[in-house]
């Protein structure tokens, strides 16, 4: 049922590497910004905050931020990895374990980045059934904690601009051999977490740890930037500003189902690597950034199309069956 994952070539994964050393610095400022403002959301409940990813994506960032608070505080927190999958919910078996263990409101949720906001959405749908039915968790926190919020459905980002995080280059080779999660009533019984893919098979091109130490070895190095960022005054209510306007891309390509467009270089990255998209969408002022996308894209042979004034950086279009 899963979509066998695209496995790029070397010039690719170069680019990754490049990629990572050139983003490094950027990918920990934004972990430390993120991990502050994590740390003072759950200062009031006098505890640790315990990471709790989403995977994939938000695999990594939680290795990051449990590094950044190893750094900062020589701190030991919590980090759990659970699935959620749109249309399914989340890993509730997964989510019980956690709060069994720890209080709700010690929960900080993790992902790499936003893109029109579904997660978040699929987040809060989950969190708030849960707590309906468990007010023992009434304080269980639904909002994400991500490096880029570049559509602006969450207080708790690193920043909003639409930039490459390295790690939405890759699949599994980047968050441990773990791919895709999976709930299917033949293989998932009750009682039992969600299942992942898992690929063995290519731990010798595994670059996970490599990708985390990298970024945290710049942990020292950006610390007076973390702090200067924290001082500028951001707005940092939710706006679901990309939402709205992918709405009215979807309409311009009669697109009707949303899930078919997959807005900033998080989504589109991650569409050509694991899908076959219509077409990519690009912004033609951020071009420079998009040397992996543009890659990818030639090497799949989907139609490029420069959009003046386009919200995110990029966005990838997947064609609508009638």
């Known amino acids: ?27 920990a400022t934004a972990v430390g910004v993120v991990g502050e403002l994590v740390w003072e959301a759950h200062a009031r409940s006098r505890r ?81 059934a849960w707590r309906a039915t468990r007010p023992e968790h009434a304080d269980l926190d639904d909002r994400l904690a991500v490096l880029a919020d570049p559509g602006s459905c969450t207080p708790l980002f690193g920043t909003r601009d639409d930039f490459l995080i390295p790690s939405a ?11 895709r999660t ?3 009533a033949d293989l998932i019984g009750p009682g039992m977490f969600h ?59 009669g697109i009707t189902d949303l899930n078919l467009v997959k807005p900033g270089v998080g989504e589109t990255t991650r569409v050509l690597l694991r899908r076959v998209p219509w077409q990519v969408l690009v912004h033609p002022d951020r071009t420079a950034d998009l040397t992996h996308v543009l890659l990818l894209a030639r090497a799949r042979q989907v139609p490029v199309v420069e959009v003046p004034g386009l919200p995110y950086s990029c966005v990838g279009l997947i064609r609508q069956v009638v």
């Not at 695209?6 to 990918?27: G, K």
């Not at 927190?77 to 069994?100: C, F, K, M, Q």
């Not at 280059?169 to 791919?179: A, D, P, Q």
């Not at 001082?231 to 940092?236: I, M």
Request: with cysteine; net charge negative.
């Open 182 to 184: 999976v709930h299917r």
């Open 195 to 253: 299942g992942a893919k898992y690929y063995p098979e290519w731990s010798d091109v595994d670059v996970s740890r490599h990708y985390v130490d990298t970024v945290a070895a710049r942990f020292a190095g950006v610390a007076d930037e973390v702090a200067a960022s924290l001082q500028e005054p951001v707005d940092r209510t939710p706006t679901w500003s990309g939402w709205r306007s992918i709405e009215t891309i979807a309409a311009g390509h």
């Open 48 to 128: 640790p905050p315990v990471l709790v990813s989403l995977a994939r994506a938000g695999t990594p960032i939680g290795v990051l931020l449990r590094r950044w608070f190893q750094h900062t505080r020589g701190v030991d927190v919590p980090h759990y990895t659970i699935s959620i999958i749109r249309g399914r919910g989340i890993d509730e078996v997964a989510l019980g374990h956690v709060l069994d263990r720890h209080p709700a409101a010690a929960v900080a949720f993790v992902d790499g980045w936003t893109g029109k906001g579904a997660i978040q959405r699929q987040l809060t749908e989950a969190v708030t």
């Open 169 to 179: 280059c890759l699949n599994s080779t980047v968050s441990g051999l773990v791919s």
């Open 1 to 27: 049922m899963l979509p066998v994952e695209y496995q790029p070539d070397d010039d690719y994964v170069a680019l990754f590497h490049e990629a990572l050393a050139a983003s490094a610095d950027r990918l």
